[in-house]
């Protein structure tokens, strides 16, 4: 599940492996009808095969984040909600913000410039991009923001909902409880392990 990937093919491969991953996962369950697996699985599949994972001149790096460790923040920040839209000052699945994206490297659709107006609103709705975004954030602000020696899936959740300055501080309860839930699912699933 942590493997990396550095182009769509293996990226699809890997995808194909995760979902039958999570297949097993919800057959092990007690409740196989939950948010979690529904939303996620529907987060997961709904990525769009004419999307490059890299658009031409953008920068391409083995990302941090694992597949499982999006999902939980995923899970934690809007159920996998992909009918979120834009609310206010955030977008998409991962309630991404303008700063956010250009912080994360203005990640794109294929068919978008960084500089067009739209391109934020436009990769913070596509799930797969905005999970590009995400990895361009970590991958300049990773941290050890737990403060237990070790960048983890832990961190990210911070970092993503606290700020790169700002992930030490506390994590409101809500998303930390989502967030743990989703992470002790996992695990159980993987054997202890995420």
Same mark, same amino acid.
């Given at each position: 599940?942590?493997?990396?990937?550095?182009?769509?093919?293996?990226?699809?491969?890997?995808?194909?492996?995760?979902?039958?991953?999570?297949?097993?996962?919800?057959?092990?369950?007690?409740?196989?009808?939950?948010?979690?697996?529904?939303?996620?699985?529907?987060?997961?599949?709904?990525?769009?095969?004419?999307?490059?994972?890299?658009?031409?001149?953008?920068?391409?790096?083995?990302?941090?984040?694992?597949?499982?460790?999006?999902?939980?923040?995923?899970?934690?920040?809007? !159920?996998? !909600?992909?009918?979120?839209?834009?609310?206010?000052?955030?977008?998409?699945?991962?309630?991404?913000?303008?700063?956010?994206?250009?912080?994360?490297?203005?990640?794109?659709?294929?068919? =978008?410039?960084?500089?067009?107006?739209?391109?934020?609103?436009?990769?913070?709705?596509?799930?797969?991009?905005?999970?590009?975004?995400?990895?361009?954030?970590?991958?300049?602000?990773?941290?050890?923001?737990?403060?237990?020696?070790?960048?983890?899936?832990?961190?990210?959740?911070?970092?993503?909902?606290?700020?790169?300055?700002?992930?030490?501080?506390?994590? =409101?309860?809500?998303?930390?409880?989502?967030?743990?839930?989703?992470?002790?699912?996992?695990?159980?699933?993987?054997?202890?392990?995420?």
């Amino acid at each position: 599940m942590s493997e990396l990937f550095r182009n769509k093919s293996e990226f699809l491969r890997n995808l194909s492996e995760f979902i039958r991953y999570l297949s097993e996962f919800i057959t092990k369950l007690p409740n196989t009808r939950s948010k979690f697996t529904c939303y996620s699985l529907s987060f997961i599949a709904n990525s769009r095969d004419e999307l490059s994972p890299y658009p031409s001149g953008q920068q391409q790096y083995a990302p941090p984040v694992s597949e499982i460790c999006l999902g939980c923040i995923c899970e934690a920040v809007s !159920n996998c !909600n992909q009918s979120l839209g834009c609310v206010g000052d955030v977008c998409g699945v991962f309630k991404i913000t303008w700063p956010y994206w250009a912080d994360a490297g203005r990640p794109t659709l294929a068919q =978008d410039k960084s500089e067009d107006d739209s391109a934020y609103s436009r990769c913070a709705n596509e799930p797969y991009c905005a999970a590009r975004a995400v990895q361009g954030y970590m991958a300049k602000y990773g941290q050890d923001c737990t403060g237990d020696g070790v960048i983890d899936c832990y961190d990210y959740a911070a970092l993503h909902r606290l700020g790169g300055y700002g992930c030490r501080g506390n994590l =409101d309860q809500a998303y930390r409880d989502k967030f743990n839930k989703c992470m002790v699912q996992v695990a159980q699933l993987n054997g202890g392990q995420v």
